[in-house]
């Protein structure tokens, strides 16, 4: 059982390339997420799905786009990477909207030079 | 002032001793409450949920205090593999509902 997998896990960019970060579970779970987590930092939360066609702004959605293809993936894309976008990305989801738990990935660490 | 705080250590015990982590959230619309452990560059992972009569998972207990706003964990007869980042999370009801807010995380250093 994979669980949720992201790719690539690692990524060096220049600034003002773009790049989608790809995210898939296989729990059928209904909500998503992508938060970024910066050097001794907590996680900040990017954008999330609550649920297969919709998606919403989470605390610093700025630079970024998502896309909810479907129940089981949800996509980061940055259309023009900045360095302060530096940082290690992690896809996560959740049964529900309620309160469960999350499940993460294993992180995409990118580099914007 | 952040929405959920956390002392960040570092915590640096020796094996065996009992040490206790908190954590404090700020909107009391808060419903659920988590604690996870990660491990140096790696993805987060669910430690345990904290249920409102707090509840015990081995070494491990959270409690919640909903009037004081805050939870905590205990870890007892700490090990070497207990050594990582502990990261409390809380969600909330609403329009908001589901999606987790964290802490900046606790640092535990559990040395021979």
């Known amino acids: 059982n994979a669980g949720v997998t992201q790719t690539p896990k690692f990524q060096v960019l220049k600034t003002g390339q773009s790049m989608t970060l790809q995210c898939a579970q296989d729990m059928n779970h209904n909500s998503m997420y992508w938060y970024r987590q910066d050097p001794g930092m907590g996680l900040r939360l990017i954008y999330y799905?609550?649920?297969?066609?919709?998606?919403d702004k989470g605390e610093v959605p700025n630079g970024y786009n998502v896309s909810r293809l479907n129940k089981r993936e949800f996509s980061l894309r940055l259309e023009s990477a900045a360095p302060s976008q530096t940082s290690v990305y992690f896809c996560?989801?959740?049964?529900?909207?309620?309160?469960?738990?999350?499940?993460f990935g294993n992180g995409t660490r990118l580099t914007v030079t | 002032r952040k929405e959920v705080e956390q002392d960040p250590g570092p915590f640096n015990v020796p094996e065996g001793a009992t040490v206790a982590f908190n954590c404090t959230y700020s909107n009391s619309a808060s419903q659920s409450f988590f604690w996870y452990r990660q491990d140096c560059r790696k993805e987060p992972k669910l430690l345990m949920s904290v249920y409102s009569s707090g509840n015990e998972d081995g070494r491990f207990t959270a409690q919640l205090n909903r009037a004081s706003q805050y939870i905590s964990l205990l870890i007892r007869d700490s090990k070497l593999s207990d050594s990582a980042t502990y990261l409390c999370a809380v969600s909330r009801r609403g329009t908001n509902a589901g999606k987790s807010t964290f802490g900046d995380g606790t640092t535990l250093t559990v040395k021979p």
């Open positions: 996560a989801s959740s049964l529900d909207r309620g309160g469960s738990p999350l499940h």
């Open positions: 799905s609550a649920s297969e066609g919709t998606t």
